[in-house]
T-cell receptor, first 112, second 109 residues
Framework: DTEVTQTPKHLVMGMTNKKSLKCEQHMGHRAMYWYKQKAKKPPELMFVYSYEKLSINESVPSRFSPECPNSSLLNLHLHALQPEDSALYLC???????????FGEGSRLTVL | AQRVTQPEKLLSVFKGAPVELKCNYSYSGSPELFWYVQYSRQRLQLLLRHISRESIKGFTADLNKGETSFHLKKPFAQEEDSAMYYCALKDFGNEKLTFGTGTRLTIIP
C-alpha cells in the first residue's frame, strides 16, 4: 500500500463544533505532516511528527490539536474554529531524513 | 529563516518549446531542494530532488549555490506537462519542508 488516506474528504462545521481529521499510511514512514492549503496558495506546514513525537509546530493556534496515536495514524482535532480556517488540510508522510513526502488527497474543511 | 521564491505565478509555453521554471531560495546552511508537481485532479507528488541529479519525465534541475537557484528545465515541452509546480526546501537536520509560491505551467498545443 503506497497511499496516504485522509478522511473525511469534506467537512462542514460550525464554530462551536468539535471534529477530527484522520490520516493513515502503511508505508512504514516514521514522519507524518499536516499542511494547510488555501485556494491558489502553496501548502503551509502546520505540524510534523517524527517517530510519533511532535517535532515541529509552526506556531499553530491551539484550536488545532494534532495527535499521533501510532506510527500509521495521524489525527487533527478541531475545536472552536474560525471561518478563516476554512481550507484544504493535507496529510503527508515520509521516511525520516529523505524529504520525499507522500501526500493524501486532503480534507476540505468549511467553517460556518 | 528559509524562504523559497518562484517569481512566475503563471507560465505558458508552446508544445515543443523549452521550459524553464525559476526557483530561488535563501537558507543559511546547505539546502536540500526538491520540485513537486500537482497534475489536474491528482495529489501533490515529488518530481525530482537535487541530490539525485536525475532526469524525470525529461525534466532536470541544477542547484546553483552561487546564485541560490534551483531552476527546473525541460528542452521540449509536452502537453502532459501542464500542471502546478512547487519548488521546496528541506531543513538540514529536521523534517521541515517549505514550499515556494508555485508556478502554474500551461502547455499550448
Amino acid at each position: 500500500d503506497t497511499e496516504v488516506t485522509q478522511t473525511p474528504k469534506h467537512l462542514v462545521m460550525g464554530m462551536t463544533n468539535k471534529k477530527s481529521l484522520k490520516c493513515e499510511q502503511h508505508m512504514g514512514h516514521r514522519a507524518m505532516y499536516w499542511y494547510k492549503q488555501k485556494a491558489k496558495k502553496p501548502p503551509e506546514l502546520m505540524f510534523v511528527y517524527s517517530y510519533e513525537k511532535l517535532s515541529i509546530n509552526e506556531s499553530v493556534p491551539s484550536r488545532f490539536s494534532p495527535e499521533c496515536p501510532n506510527s500509521s495514524l495521524l489525527n487533527l482535532h478541531l475545536h472552536a474554529l474560525q471561518p478563516e480556517d476554512s481550507a484544504l488540510y493535507l496529510c503527508a508522510s515520509s521516511q525520516i531524513g529523505i524529504g520525499e513526502l507522500f501526500f493524501g488527497e486532503g480534507s476540505r474543511l468549511t467553517v460556518l | 529563516a528559509q524562504r523559497v521564491t518562484q517569481p512566475e505565478k503563471l507560465l505558458s509555453v508552446f508544445k515543443g518549446a523549452p521550459v524553464e521554471l525559476k526557483c530561488n531560495y535563501s537558507y543559511s546552511g546547505s539546502p536540500e531542494l526538491f520540485w513537486y508537481v500537482q497534475y489536474s485532479r491528482q495529489r501533490l507528488q515529488l518530481l525530482l530532488r537535487h541530490i539525485s541529479r536525475e532526469s524525470i519525465k525529461g525534466f532536470t534541475a541544477d542547484l546553483n549555490k552561487g546564485e541560490t537557484s534551483f531552476h527546473l528545465k525541460k528542452p521540449f515541452a509536452q502537453e502532459e506537462d501542464s500542471a502546478m509546480y512547487y519548488c521546496a526546501l528541506k531543513d538540514f537536520g529536521n523534517e521541515k519542508l517549505t514550499f515556494g509560491t508555485g508556478t502554474r505551467l500551461t502547455i499550448i498545443p
